[in-house]
């Protein structure tokens, strides 16, 4: 996630259509990939793209708005290399720390940053980034050595809204409409989307320099 600065998090209730994005944002740069547990049928859809990624050796493909353990283990037992919540619930910690998969939960205060660092969390999803801003991470950063931020929640696929978050001390950054916008999806123009995800990859590139 470091590496790549950008994660990319969508969902969608058509299997075609998701793999059709999948297969846009990784021919666009990305290798780290979150499908978000929105839909009632968001665990058929995540189980197709993941035969789908086989064919890519350096692809991680994550599961996120997992709320639970229960729902965390069965995401872990059909193959998902990462789980991500917009909370921080310590059961979920247990199951992934049993199963030796990343576990990315979401935080809006140091006291959660803390407490999830210290129960294993090495990367923690800053959540709502839209409501916390850029100068909250500044703040923290110094106060929690090693600390690895994912920011997600008003992230914008241009050169202001990027490197304020990276200079801020972000380790990366996760976007979902704001790359996936409505228009795209519509038209399917999955050109245009791996357009922007290049150039959004090309900013995060820039900023971390």
């Known amino acids: 996630m470091k590496e790549g600065r950008i994660v990319p998090l969508f969902t969608h209730d058509n299997p075609t259509d998701a793999q059709q994005v999948l297969e846009a ?3 666009g740069g990305i290798r780290v990939f979150e499908f978000t547990n929105r839909r009632e049928n968001s665990f ?6 993941l035969d789908v990624s086989k064919k890519h050796s350096d692809l991680m493909l994550g599961i996120g708005t997992v709320l639970d353990g229960p729902t965390t283990k069965k995401f872990i037992d059909v193959g998902a290399d990462f789980v991500i919540s917009p909370i921080m619930k310590l059961e979920m910690a247990k199951v992934c720390r049993d ?7 979401g935080c809006a205060t140091l006291t959660e940053i803390v407490t999830a ?5 090495e990367i923690i999803k800053l959540f709502p980034g839209s409501v916390l801003g850029p100068g909250f991470v500044s ?4 106060v929690v050595p090693g600390l690895q931020l994912m920011i997600t929640g008003g992230v914008e696929p241009n050169e202001k809204s ?3 978050w990276f200079k801020a001390g972000a380790a990366c950054l996760g976007m979902g409409s704001q790359l996936f916008t409505k228009e795209i999806l519509e038209q399917k ?5 791996k357009q922007r995800i290049q150039e959004a990859l090309k900013l995060a590139r820039e900023a971390k320099k």
Do not use: C, E, Q
């Open 25 to 27: 944002a990784y021919s």
């Open 44 to 49: 058929d859809v995540f189980r197709h793209l």
């Open 99 to 105: 199963h030796d998969i990343s576990w990315i939960p």
């Open 117 to 121: 660092k210290d129960n294993g969390a």
């Open 139 to 142: 703040s923290v950063m110094p």
């Open 162 to 164: 990027i490197t304020s």
């Open 189 to 193: 123009d999955w050109t245009l989307l």
